[in-house]
């Protein structure tokens, strides 16, 4: 880390310099982020305590729950305080620590998006041997291994930014320390990173993509053979949350990395809607359209109630 010694720190222009503006960002982004806390942990606490809830789909939804508080973490309190602060800046080593740790949070969650796709055939298409084949201990090896490359994509990524030099200019036109914002600052060619970047990202992202769309692919043909309409609609329904949140993520992620940076707005936009608010949508998403869900919360309250009762 000796030659990002050159320049100290970075300087995040956010999302508005305007007072009144940042003002209105700074609540709104608030209340967004203690809704994605309460949201999530809420869904942590329901998963853990109903018994009903222990089985492999909510094994990795517990797991989705706890990324998207971290990945909602790794940048929206930096973006609070800068909203507050006159100076917004961020060490180089801050910016570095925060680049690792929101990739290390979006590759090991687009992996576990794949592992949650597979539940979601073996559940529609082999129904019978569905507990046979979701046994806890693969569940627990796809989830290890989607936090094994979420770590090993991050490490490999934040390893190049050693060997680049930053003299100036400092200033990110983004809210967070995201590397496509980051290649641009450096006095030395980023070309080579860039490259590793765009590539890790394409394995990462569309491998998991392509088994995402493999199991629909199946769990869809599955669908339209089977002879009643209210197994098709039933079948519809428990995969269309998990359908929701891929789109939402995939879409906005691969649009962002994919592309060169540029420093528009639609830029931080975009990184906004992946990086803050579908880690708010996933638990609305997961409980407003699940019954089981629903079924456990109203269990816990009213447990809830005969004990303070």
Request: net charge neutral; proline share 4%.
């Amino acid at each position: 880390m000796n030659n990002l010694s050159i320049t100290d720190e970075f300087v995040l222009l956010g999302l508005s310099s305007d007072p009144h503006i940042e003002a209105l960002l700074f609540m709104l982004l608030l209340v967004i982020y203690l809704l994605t806390l309460m949201g999530n942990l809420m869904l942590l606490l329901v998963i853990g305590a109903d018994s009903h809830l222990h089985t492999s789909m909510y094994f990795f939804l517990g797991h989705l729950s706890f990324l998207d508080i971290w990945h909602s973490s790794v940048t929206v309190p930096k973006m609070l305080q800068n909203f507050l602060s006159q100076k917004k800046t961020i060490s180089v080593w801050g910016c570095v620590t925060q680049s690792f740790f929101f990739i290390l949070s979006g590759g090991t969650e687009s992996c576990l998006l794949s592992a949650m796709a597979y539940d979601r055939y073996a559940a529609i298409c082999q129904p019978l041997l569905y507990t046979v084949v979701m046994s806890r201990p693969l569940c627990t090896a796809l989830v290890s291994a989607a936090w094994v490359m979420g770590f090993l994509n991050a490490l490999v990524n934040n390893l190049c930014i050693h060997n680049l030099e930053f003299c100036g200019p400092n200033v990110i036109p983004h809210f967070s320390c995201e590397l496509p914002s980051l290649f641009p600052l450096s006095c030395t060619d980023p070309t080579a990173k860039i490259i590793l970047l765009d590539a890790s990202t394409a394995f990462l992202g569309l491998v998991t993509l392509a088994l995402i769309l493999f199991s629909y692919s199946k769990i869809i043909s599955a669908i339209l053979s089977m002879h009643s309409s209210g197994g098709q609609g039933k079948a519809f329904s428990t995969c269309s949350s998990h359908l929701t949140v891929v789109l939402l993520f995939y879409g906005t992620a691969l649009f962002r990395y994919m592309k060169p940076p540029s420093g528009s707005v639609l830029e931080q936009v975009v990184s906004m809607q992946y990086s803050v608010i579908t880690s708010l949508l996933n638990p609305l998403i997961y409980s407003l359209k699940n019954q089981e869900v629903k079924a456990a919360l109203q269990r816990m309250l009213r447990q809830q109630i005969c004990v303070s009762g």
